[in-house]
């Protein structure tokens, strides 16, 4: 049996760097980072942590929906919200400007041709609030909806029901590799003729208890200077700046791009995966279930390595993780005789945890259609380590051909998306 090709037909965007395309795209193009003053919404807190890639135009820091702020243009009704975890409203800003952006009516977000897969750490701080309010006052006072606001599931949950999903739906929880976990099955959907249109969206908080127990595995930078907090493969690297958001992509089969005679903003390929079996937290060192996704992600789609011209890296900025992927990246490429271009927008976003690669393929995407190859900032000294990689510093204005999207994740799970402009 033949596969279908699949295509992204539409993204939204909410992050640290914008929270549209256009003003996505605009940062990448000028390397504008999203990073902000970090503080404890609980100030009984210690913490060495000063910055984070903070969200603009929204405000859900408090415990109560009711007190939400968002985008006026972006109206989310009450019933919708209170089932929300504080990420919700990115995610639904985000797939209101995907279906919008895929030309999409509700006839075809609903019908049995369509499904969802969604990643999602889930939302600590409700977790947090509500089990307080078990311990003070009782389970008959917490709220209903408390469990399905906050529990990893909650982005299929609310949407599959608030967008009337009929098809496929699932949750993946593999931490910086959901999403793209979610992204690989849902071409797999696709490719395989069980769906005609898959949404992908993922999100995550961006609050005291989110971010700040990675400080306690000693994963997040202590830099105070934004231009220099968020700097993969930079000698002096000591740690991710944290980040929230949202984003959602819409795939479809090529029959139904040419259905209804669209333009996709690029073709996704294929995938691979495998895992380093080696810790539960910490990278492989050299690499080893990286090397294998790349390569399975080649070979499924038939990609020569030298028709790869741009990897966008996982490279979060610790010293371990970026170290562990450099080496994948020489055994599959440099020491194969090819250097395509390489670079981490995690520089400019901040790490997003589940939401990072729906984040990034997303970013591909949208520079396969603006024409650019976005650039790793904040780069004064490249790691020795890395020398021999084409680490791309500035910003191209020129969209990748062939492009590789990595993810890692804890214990070991390595996802890579493959990508095709059009």
């Known amino acids: 049996m033949a596969l279908e090709r699949v295509f992204v037909t539409g993204l939204g965007i909410v992050s640290s760097i914008g929270n549209d395309l256009a003003e996505v795209a605009d940062s990448l193009r000028k390397l504008k980072h999203g990073f902000a003053p970090f503080s404890p919404q609980n100030v009984r807190i210690p913490t060495d942590v000063k910055l984070a890639g903070t969200v603009k135009e929204f405000d859900v820091s408090s415990s109560d929906f009711e007190d939400w702020v968002l985008p006026a243009k972006y109206r989310i009704r009450r019933d919708q919200l209170r089932s929300m975890p504080p990420h919700g409203p990115y995610v639904y800003t985000s797939m209101m400007q995907a279906i919008e952006s895929a030309g999409l009516d509700e006839g075809d977000v609903s019908n049995l041709d369509t499904g969802m897969y969604t990643s999602s750490g889930g939302s600590t701080r409700m977790i947090h609030q509500n089990m307080t309010r078990l311990h003070q006052m009782g389970p008959m006072r917490c709220p209903p909806t408390g469990i399905v606001a906050s529990i990893a599931g909650t982005l299929s949950f609310n949407f599959v029901a608030n967008f009337k999903i009929l098809g496929n739906s699932c949750g993946f929880s593999s931490a910086c590799a959901s999403s793209g976990h979610a992204i690989g099955f849902a071409y797999d959907d696709i490719a395989l003729g ?68 669209v333009t996709p903003y690029a073709e996704l390929l294929g995938w691979g995966q495998a895992s380093d079996g080696h810790n539960v937290a910490m990278s492989h060192p050299e690499g080893v279930g990286l090397v294998e996704a790349m390569q399975r992600a080649l070979r499924s ?33 440099t020491n194969q005789g090819h250097t395509p271009k390489v670079s981490s927008t995690k520089a400019l976003t901040g790490h997003g945890l589940s939401l990072a690669s729906a984040l990034e393929a997303s970013i591909v995407s949208l520079s396969m259609k603006e024409g650019i190859t976005p650039g790793s900032a904040h780069i004064r000294e490249l790691d020795p380590e890395f020398e021999g990689l084409n680490v791309i510093r500035e910003t191209l204005s020129e969209g990748p051909k062939i492009a590789l999207s990595n993810s890692s994740g804890f214990g070991g799970a390595n996802v890579t998306l493959a990508l095709k402009r059009v």
Do not use: W
């Open 194 to 261: 069980r769906q005609k249109r898959m949404f992908v969206a993922a999100g995550e908080d961006l609050n005291d208890e989110s971010l700040l127990p990675f400080s306690g595995m000693r994963a997040l930078s202590l830099e105070g200077d934004p231009e220099a907090a968020s700097c993969p493969f930079d000698k002096r690297r000591n740690g991710f700046v944290s980040t929230g958001g949202g984003a959602v992509l819409v795939l479809e089969s090529e029959a139904e791009v040419l259905r209804r005679g």
């Open 301 to 333: 789609t038939g990609v020569d390595v030298g028709d790869v011209d741009y990897v966008n890296a996982h490279a979060t900025s610790t010293m371990i993780g970026d170290l562990s992927e450099g080496r994948a990246l020489k055994k599959v490429f």
